[in-house]
């Protein structure tokens, strides 16, 4: 006796089938659209930044505080605020395609491929700065006052590095002091329209002391905060591996650490520090 089908099963099946694809594709645009216009995972490669970033420190970028570049046309949706001194960025840069290690602005070498740095804005536009072989900037005259308790820090090839609270008047945060090592005095006249971005590890950091500033067109945005810390660099395929997930260290302590560069209430640094200034809005 032959088997008799419904017909209407294989309309649902097909029905089911493309209501499951469709909220797939609900699911993907909802995710870029948050990628493209709100917060934008980054991870952190090597440790020009630290101590406030460590290798292996994943962190969330928020998109839509400077202004969310519009695809395709090149501009900016109206910004929440002004880029500040302090705040710790995620920007654009260009690499010399036969050196990588040179780096360059990118709108100063349009057709040379392009990666993601992360600094700290230390000078805005129009101001002056002079940065000292130990690492302490002063600008427009005044210096960003330091205070150094003797700490220490150690990276990750075991050198020790001195260990600074530097305040710029608005906020302060830890850099890193390598007394092995010094260099010249470097003095830079910020243009209009760009930042001076520096490493919190300061003699272990290739920033604008060595390719120049940066425009704020090139921003993508100020870190938010830290959703996974690990400490793990390798490629992306040993994470395929069940094991580089069970051994490699975690970072509990550090999730959910926010990042910005918070006003610092009552410091003393703050009479000697240059003016909290926001840049032109």
């Avoid at 694809?21 to 440790?47: D, N, T, Y």
């Avoid at 900016?76 to 920007?91: C, E, H, I, M, S």
């Avoid at 069970?246 to 410091?267: D, N, Y």
Wanted: hydrophobic fraction near 35%; include cysteine.
């Amino acid at each position: 006796m032959s088997e008799i089908r419904d017909p209407r099963s294989k309309t649902a099946s097909g029905a089911g089938f493309w209501e499951q694809f469709g909220s797939l594709l609900v699911a993907v645009a909802i995710a870029l659209a948050v990628r493209s216009f709100v917060v934008e995972p980054f991870r952190i490669p090597s440790e020009s930044m630290l101590p406030t970033l460590l290798v292996g420190d994943h962190l969330f970028v928020s998109k839509f505080t400077y202004g969310v570049k519009v695809p395709f046309l090149g501009t900016r949706l109206p910004a929440v605020r002004a880029p500040r001194r302090g705040d710790v960025v995620v920007f654009t840069v260009a690499r010399y395609p036969h050196d990588p290690s040179r780096i360059c602005p990118v709108d100063r070498c349009p057709d040379f491929p392009t990666e993601e740095f992360v600094k700290r804005i230390v000078g805005l536009p129009g101001e002056t700065l002079e940065v000292r072989p130990d690492g302490t900037v002063r600008i427009d005259g005044r210096l960003l006052e330091t205070d150094e308790d003797g700490s220490l820090f150690t990276n990750g090839v075991g050198t020790e590095l001195a260990v600074r609270d530097e305040c710029n008047g608005r906020c302060s945060y830890q850099v890193l002091d390598d007394r092995r090592l010094s260099g010249p005095v470097r003095r830079v006249q910020v243009e209009p329209g760009r930042y001076f971005m520096m490493g919190d590890n300061r003699d272990h950091s290739n920033d604008s002391r060595y390719w120049g500033t940066v425009r704020a067109h090139e921003f993508k945005g100020p870190a938010l905060v830290l959703y996974w810390s690990w400490n793990y660099n390798d490629g992306w395929l040993a994470l395929l591996n069940p094991l580089t997930w069970l051994h490699a260290e975690k970072r509990w302590g550090r999730f959910g650490e926010g990042l910005s560069c918070e006003p610092t209430e009552g410091a003393e640094c703050a009479r000697t520090a240059p003016a909290p200034s926001h840049g032109p809005d």
